[in-house]
């Protein structure tokens, strides 16, 4: 199952709608003035580990590089600082922190959440929600973005999952008034998770099947390729402290940070302007070779846009 939960969504949507007419911006300025403007949007890397195990889950792929047990790998408390107060330095509007886990297990992730806020940012992340509390999620407001996951639903025979289903209850029972969007997806065991979100009047807006909703989109025609925006919107921080253009693809790295490289340097470097310039001449690197972003009309729209300035 997968839930997206978006807090206030009246006001957001209008962070979304001027998001959108950033990028736009961005890509005219890009293809105009072949210089990039500064980074919107920090994604931090900031563990490596789970507090669950679930067999299904993508990060299993990953388990030479992921924490299977404790101690998790983290990336150190006083660096998330000083790349926060960096980012933001350099333009950056909104930090998202992620990681081959879950994010909110690094020991320190409340803190973080409390530095950005302080420092102005809008933050975004995905998360389990077993370490969430209510009194924990008040410091966010409608700029905010948090996406719950909820998987491994299986009711029966299952205690640890009963639990799991009862403690999201509680979660969202006492934050109802935040959240205001529920997106429901695939799954035999969908009808059990939104029976709980209508009890709790949580509006449930989207709930298609995952067969249906494959379907569709084999059926959606695609009419061009061209490059997401994430090198020019987005700037990746991984755990390694090597930077690259996609907070998807850990291994790629665009430069190193260290004392004499800052995010600015990295951004505006000659590792990140060489990934843009494959991109906007077609090559795709091999990474982007199976990646939805490179294939979608909204982008072939932003294209058509630029064309015309």
Same mark, same amino acid.
């Given at each position: 199952?997968?839930?997206?939960?978006?807090?206030? !969504?009246?006001? @957001?949507?209008? !962070?979304? !709608?001027?998001? $959108?007419?950033?990028?736009?911006?961005? @890509?005219?300025?890009?293809?105009?003035?072949?210089?990039? +403007?500064?980074?919107?949007?920090?994604?931090?890397?900031?563990?490596?580990?789970?507090?669950?195990?679930?067999?299904?889950?993508?990060?299993?792929?990953?388990?030479?590089?992921?924490?299977?047990? %404790?101690?998790?790998?983290?990336?150190?408390?006083? /660096?998330?600082?000083?790349?926060?107060?960096?980012?933001?330095?350099?333009?950056?509007?909104?930090?998202?922190?992620?990681?081959?886990?879950?994010?909110?297990?690094?020991?320190?992730?409340?803190?973080?959440?409390?530095?950005?806020?302080?420092?102005?940012?809008?933050?975004?992340?995905?998360?389990?929600?077993?370490?969430?509390?209510?009194?924990?999620?008040?410091?966010?407001?409608?700029?905010?973005? !948090?996406?719950?996951?909820?998987?491994?639903?299986?009711?029966?025979?299952?205690? /640890?999952?009963?639990?799991?289903?009862? $403690?999201?209850?509680?979660?969202?029972?006492?934050?109802?008034?935040?959240?205001?969007?529920?997106?429901?997806?695939?799954?035999?065991?969908?009808?059990?998770?939104?029976?709980?979100?209508?009890?709790?009047?949580?509006?449930?807006? @989207? %709930?298609?099947?995952?067969?249906?909703?494959?379907?569709?989109?084999?059926?959606?025609?695609?009419?061009?390729?061209?490059?997401?925006?994430?090198?020019?919107?987005?700037? +990746?921080?991984?755990?390694?402290?090597? +930077?690259?253009?996609?907070?998807?693809?850990?291994?790629?790295?665009?430069?190193?940070?260290?004392?004499?490289?800052?995010?600015?340097?990295?951004? @505006?470097?000659?590792?990140?302007?060489?990934?843009?310039?494959?991109?906007?001449?077609?090559?795709?690197?091999?990474?982007?070779?199976?990646?939805? /972003?490179?294939?979608?009309?909204?982008? +072939?729209?932003?294209?058509?846009?630029?064309? $015309?300035?």
């Amino acid at each position: 199952m997968f839930f997206l939960i978006i807090q206030q !969504v009246n006001r @957001y949507a209008v !962070v979304l !709608v001027k998001n $959108k007419i950033n990028l736009i911006l961005f @890509y005219i300025r890009q293809n105009v003035e072949k210089i990039p +403007a500064p980074p919107q949007n920090l994604s931090l890397e900031i563990i490596r580990g789970c507090n669950f195990h679930c067999q299904h889950c993508f990060s299993r792929l990953y388990s030479d590089r992921i924490a299977q047990a %404790y101690p998790f790998q983290c990336m150190p408390t006083d /660096r998330v600082h000083s790349l926060l107060k960096d980012a933001r330095s350099i333009g950056c509007r909104t930090v998202t922190f992620c990681g081959l886990g879950e994010p909110t297990a690094h020991p320190d992730f409340f803190l973080f959440l409390s530095w950005a806020k302080d420092l102005g940012y809008s933050v975004e992340f995905t998360s389990n929600g077993w370490t969430l509390e209510p009194e924990k999620l008040g410091m966010l407001d409608s700029r905010d973005s !948090v996406r719950i996951s909820i998987d491994t639903m299986h009711l029966q025979g299952s205690p /640890r999952s009963q639990d799991y289903l009862k $403690k999201m209850a509680d979660l969202f029972s006492s934050h109802q008034k935040n959240f205001k969007m529920i997106a429901v997806a695939h799954g035999d065991c969908t009808p059990e998770i939104q029976t709980m979100f209508l009890e709790n009047n949580m509006p449930v807006i @989207y %709930y298609p099947l995952m067969k249906n909703a494959r379907s569709a989109a084999l059926q959606k025609k695609r009419t061009s390729l061209i490059p997401c925006l994430y090198p020019w919107y987005s700037l +990746a921080v991984h755990l390694d402290f090597t +930077a690259g253009p996609c907070p998807c693809a850990t291994w790629v790295s665009v430069g190193e940070l260290n004392e004499l490289t800052t995010l600015r340097d990295i951004w @505006y470097g000659a590792g990140m302007n060489n990934f843009r310039n494959k991109l906007r001449s077609g090559n795709f690197p091999d990474v982007c070779a199976t990646c939805d /972003r490179v294939n979608r009309k909204t982008s +072939a729209w932003i294209q058509a846009l630029c064309r $015309k300035h």
